[in-house]
């Protein structure tokens, strides 16, 4: 259902599709927009949280493509995890990015400053050039 409401099908065809794959009816529209209006909320309340609390040592920049749709489509996620002092893995953040661009990385790692991430010891990536230019701006 989240991957339907991803590709952009409206709520009374995600309701169609999933009685059509069961056989049966599923869900009702109206069940269909709640769950994804109560996900969509908790992923904006994840996405906009207050970081300052998290005592982080390192930090890990990665953007890749992934299928947005069982036949075709990708799109650029951008994760941000971090080992923290207490050895604890936290995925920061999650988002969508066009690319691995300076502009990208420099749009992510402003908005965890903006949040209140303190500065970690090292900041890593794979290599991409956009995303080590824009570690090293900040």
Do not use: H, N
């Amino acid at each position: 259902m989240v991957e339907m409401d991803a590709g952009g099908l409206s709520q009374r065809d995600i309701e169609y599709s999933l009685e059509k794959a069961v056989g049966q009816f599923v869900l009702s529209k109206s069940t269909v927009s709640e769950l994804t209006d109560s996900l969509s909320q908790e992923y904006e309340a994840f996405r906009t949280r207050d970081l300052s609390g998290e005592e982080v040592a390192y930090l890990f920049m990665d953007a890749g493509s992934e299928p947005l749709r069982r036949w075709g489509s990708k799109t650029g996620v951008f994760c941000v995890w971090a080992i923290c002092v207490d050895g604890r893995k936290v995925l920061l953040t999650l988002s969508t990015a066009t690319s691995e661009s300076s502009e990208s990385g420099l749009e992510v790692r402003r908005d965890l400053v903006k949040r209140g991430l303190p500065t970690p010891v090292t900041i890593t990536t794979e290599g991409a050039p956009g995303l080590t230019k824009a570690i090293d701006v900040i």
